[in-house]
Nanobody
Framework: VQLQASGGGLVQAGGSLRLSCATS????????VGWFRQAPGKEREFVAR????????YYRDTVKGRFTISRDNAKNTVYLQMNNLKPEDTAVYSC??????????????WGQGTQVTVSS
């Protein structure tokens, strides 16, 4: 499975961006997909995840109500709609995929990141 993240850019606070994570591989549709971000000088942190059937999503508290994760398995793509962006959302965003078993997702596959910069 290969993943390619895109859609980052420079936006003013309060603006919106939609990130895409395009994948290849027949097993993608059975995997949980997550978005992560890493700001300069900080550790990578979890942002959101979506299960294979798109009926279960989970977000970090600081993005709840502003970000929405979705997926289109027919297009092998997962999206992260980010609204009301804040300067503290500035980071490199990456997507990852893997099987979820016993309540734990093993993110075996990672894509390169896309830069999101939010100006104040």
């Amino acid at each position: 499975v290969q993943l390619q993240a895109s859609g980052g850019g420079l936006v003013q606070a309060g603006g919106s961006l939609r990130l895409s994570c395009a994948t290849s591989g027949r097993t993608f549709s059975s995997y949980t997909v997550g978005w992560f971000r890493q700001a300069p000088g900080k550790e990578r942190e979890f942002v959101a995840r979506i299960n294979w059937s798109a009926d279960i999503t989970y977000y970090r508290d600081t993005v709840k109500g502003r970000f929405t994760i979705s997926r289109d398995n027919a297009k092998n793509t997962v999206y992260l709609q980010m609204n009301n962006l804040k300067p503290e959302d500035t980071a490199v965003y990456s997507c990852a995929a893997g099987p979820r078993r016993s309540g734990i997702t093993n993110y075996d596959y990672w894509g390169q990141g896309t830069q999101v910069t939010v100006s104040s």
